[in-house]
């Protein structure tokens, strides 16, 4: 076995989540690379610390520059906000060291781009955080797919939402100012992810995009919302096949909305992130008084779910599609080759995003780049 440094930029949510990532990922998949947590960046010295001695780095720092540049740091996970995912990456790109880093690519589709740019001059991993698609129960519908298991596909419908911000009289944040901390900064990508990783790449878009809440309290009074709630799009994928995409952060009563139906010429398959170890699927065979949906619990018979768990049905959870990701990550580096979702990838559903905009300020159908 060979370790590898470990500099991780953010401690917060999602800087926990791959901090414990890559504490289990050689104990759960026997990883020929170990990840050694060699140091933790934060936006103070004291937060950083408090980090540091949470999660068991080595050391610490309140300046990513000082994180990249150490040479005990040999790859960087990247889990602050977007607007600083540019900068960082590039700085580690310039260093020729491997990158993880959280979706979206970067706060606009400029970044997007230039980060392929570096990575590609760089000639060095980097892959993009887009974890719901590696649910044992998302992998599993891949393979379905691929297998022309419900025929030709014709229609899918995908939603992300949430409800966080469902109360109108909860208070403005962060969240709320940006474009990219919007809906469709924010939730957007993972469903178009998954959309893209379920029936290819989407040729064209008509999108309608909002703020429901347009103010909020301040300590001063109402602040102006100025990113939106909710949005919606038809799409149409290069295969021909149809579909509807969905995403909100008011949507109440919905906690991970992140699901999807699909239907094809020979049967259909339904998703809910809220159950995301089962699996309903539809084969349209057999008498019609006796056909219906059945669900498929996964288990040790479906992708990366063994090394988990021996037992069928007992179900896996998020930070299990973390770990996933730590393992592709370091198996990447281990072999020297790309990991999907690269950041070509992130660029591309950047690109359907931007898209998207345009078509809402057009009021029309717009195209999508295809590579």
Same mark, same amino acid.
């Given at each position: 076995?060979?370790?590898?440094?470990?500099?991780?930029?953010?401690?917060?949510y999602?800087?926990?989540?791959?901090?414990?990532?890559?504490?289990?990922?050689? %104990?759960?998949?026997?990883?020929?690379?170990?990840?050694?947590?060699?140091?933790?960046?934060?936006?103070?010295?004291?937060?950083?610390?408090?980090?540091?001695?949470?999660?068991?780095?080595?050391?610490?720092?309140? !300046?990513?520059?000082?994180?990249?540049?150490?040479?005990?740091?040999?790859?960087?996970?990247?889990?602050?906000?977007?607007?600083?995912?540019?900068?960082?990456?590039?700085?580690?790109?310039?260093?020729?060291?491997?990158?993880?880093?959280?979706?979206?690519?970067?706060?606009?589709?400029?970044? %997007?781009?230039?980060?392929?740019?570096?990575?590609?001059?760089?000639?060095?991993?980097?892959?993009?955080?887009f974890?719901?698609?590696?649910?044992?129960?998302?992998?599993?519908?891949?393979?379905?797919?691929?297998?022309?298991?419900?025929?030709?596909?014709?229609?899918?419908?995908?939603?992300?939402?949430?409800d966080?911000?469902?109360?109108?009289?909860?208070?403005?944040?962060?969240?709320?100012?940006?474009?990219?901390?919007?809906?469709?900064? !924010?939730?957007?990508?993972?469903?178009?992810?998954?959309?893209?990783?379920?029936?290819?790449?989407?040729?064209?878009?008509?999108?309608?995009?909002?703020?429901?809440h347009?103010?909020?309290?301040?300590?001063?009074?109402?602040v102006?919302?100025?990113?939106?709630?909710?949005?919606?799009?038809?799409?149409?994928?290069?295969?021909?096949?149809?579909?509807?995409?969905?995403?909100?952060?008011i949507?109440?009563?919905?906690?991970?909305?992140?699901?999807?139906?699909?239907?094809?010429?020979?049967?259909?398959?339904?998703? !809910?992130?809220?159950?995301?170890?089962?699996?309903?699927?539809?084969?349209?065979?057999?008498?019609?008084?006796?056909?219906?949906?059945?669900?498929?619990?996964?288990?040790?018979?479906?992708?990366?779910?063994?090394?988990?768990?021996?037992?069928?049905?007992?179900?896996?959870?998020?930070?299990?599609?973390?770990?996933?990701?730590?393992? !592709?990550?370091?198996?990447?580096?281990?072999?020297?080759?790309?990991?999907?979702?690269?950041?070509?990838?992130?660029?591309?559903?950047?690109?359907?995003?931007?898209?998207?905009?345009r078509?809402?300020?057009?009021?029309?159908?717009?195209?999508?780049?295809?590579d």
């Amino acid at each position: 076995m060979t370790e590898i440094g470990i500099g991780l930029v953010g401690g917060g949510y999602m800087g926990k989540a791959h901090a414990v990532a890559m504490a289990s990922v050689g %104990a759960v998949f026997n990883t020929a690379l170990r990840p050694r947590l060699e140091m933790v960046c934060a936006s103070t010295t004291s937060s950083a610390e408090r980090y540091r001695a949470a999660y068991g780095f080595a050391d610490a720092t309140a !300046d990513w520059n000082v994180l990249v540049s150490n040479p005990q740091v040999e790859a960087v996970v990247i889990a602050s906000p977007q607007e600083t995912h540019r900068a960082i990456a590039e700085a580690a790109f310039a260093l020729g060291k491997p990158v993880f880093c959280e979706k979206p690519l970067g706060a606009s589709l400029d970044d %997007a781009a230039a980060l392929v740019a570096a990575a590609e001059a760089a000639d060095v991993v980097h892959m993009i955080g887009f974890n719901y698609v590696r649910t044992p129960a998302t992998q599993f519908v891949r393979q379905l797919l691929a297998d022309g298991a419900i025929g030709d596909v014709t229609w899918f419908r995908g939603e992300h939402t949430e409800d966080f911000l469902g109360d109108p009289d909860l208070p403005a944040t962060w969240r709320t100012t940006g474009r990219a901390n919007g809906t469709m900064g !924010d939730l957007a990508p993972h469903m178009i992810n998954c959309a893209r990783a379920l029936m290819g790449p989407i040729a064209e878009v008509s999108a309608r995009i909002e703020t429901a809440h347009t103010k909020r309290p301040g300590p001063d009074g109402p602040v102006p919302v100025d990113n939106d709630d909710q949005a919606q799009m038809m799409v149409r994928f290069a295969s021909g096949a149809m579909g509807h995409l969905f995403f909100s952060r008011i949507a109440t009563g919905r906690k991970m909305g992140y699901a999807y139906e699909i239907h094809g010429t020979k049967g259909a398959i339904r998703f !809910d992130q809220e159950d995301q170890n089962a699996v309903h699927l539809y084969r349209a065979e057999g008498p019609e008084a006796t056909r219906g949906f059945t669900k498929i619990l996964t288990g040790p018979a479906h992708p990366d779910y063994l090394d988990f768990c021996q037992g069928p049905g007992h179900g896996t959870g998020y930070q299990d599609q973390i770990i996933i990701e730590a393992r !592709d990550f370091l198996q990447a580096i281990a072999e020297g080759k790309p990991a999907w979702p690269t950041f070509h990838e992130g660029l591309a559903v950047s690109q359907v995003i931007d898209a998207a905009f345009r078509s809402h300020d057009t009021g029309r159908w717009q195209p999508v780049p295809q590579d």
